[in-house]
């Protein structure tokens, strides 16, 4: 069973995320607003060499003050492609791909976000 969704408005708004409060209405027919993020796309850069090593950078982020391994993203622009968006990998770490092929498409957090 499907629920309704009866409007929308944005609560808060800037380049990298939208907060918006959806008017839906359950199968129970219960109705509320429920908050959603909408973020913007994502393109990953999973570059690999001829021995099958993967390029990747170790950072520092401040939300979770903590350093991880991450391969080399960033936003994908509006009329651009994912594959377009690959131009980060140069940026980010000066390293020039070569032919770029897509992988995967994926939305990890489906519940609260569109990302």
Same mark, same amino acid.
């Given at each position: &069973?499907?629920?309704?969704?009866?409007? $929308?408005?944005? +609560? *808060?708004?800037?380049?990298?995320?939208?907060?918006? =409060?959806?008017?839906? !209405? !359950?199968?129970?027919?219960?109705?509320?607003? *429920?908050?959603? @993020?909408?973020?913007?796309? =994502?393109?990953?850069? %999973?570059? @690999?060499?001829?021995? !099958?090593? @993967?390029?990747? &950078?170790?950072?520092?982020?401040? +939300?979770?003050? #903590?350093? %991880?391994?991450?391969?080399?993203?960033?936003?994908? $622009?509006?009329?651009? #492609?994912?594959?377009?968006?690959?131009? /980060?990998? =140069?940026? /980010?770490?000066?390293?020039?791909?070569?032919? +770029?092929?897509?992988? +995967? *498409? %994926?939305?990890? %957090?489906?519940?609260?976000?569109? #990302?």
């Amino acid at each position: &069973m499907e629920w309704k969704t009866h409007g $929308e408005r944005q +609560i *808060y708004t800037n380049k990298w995320v939208n907060l918006c =409060l959806v008017d839906v !209405q !359950q199968p129970d027919g219960r109705r509320w607003e *429920y908050h959603v @993020v909408r973020l913007r796309h =994502l393109a990953v850069a %999973a570059v @690999v060499n001829d021995r !099958q090593e @993967v390029l990747m &950078m170790w950072r520092h982020r401040f +939300i979770t003050d #903590s350093w %991880a391994w991450e391969l080399p993203m960033g936003l994908v $622009e509006d009329g651009e #492609s994912p594959e377009e968006a690959a131009r /980060e990998v =140069l940026e /980010e770490t000066g390293w020039r791909p070569g032919p +770029i092929k897509p992988l +995967i *498409y %994926a939305e990890p %957090a489906n519940g609260i976000t569109d #990302s």
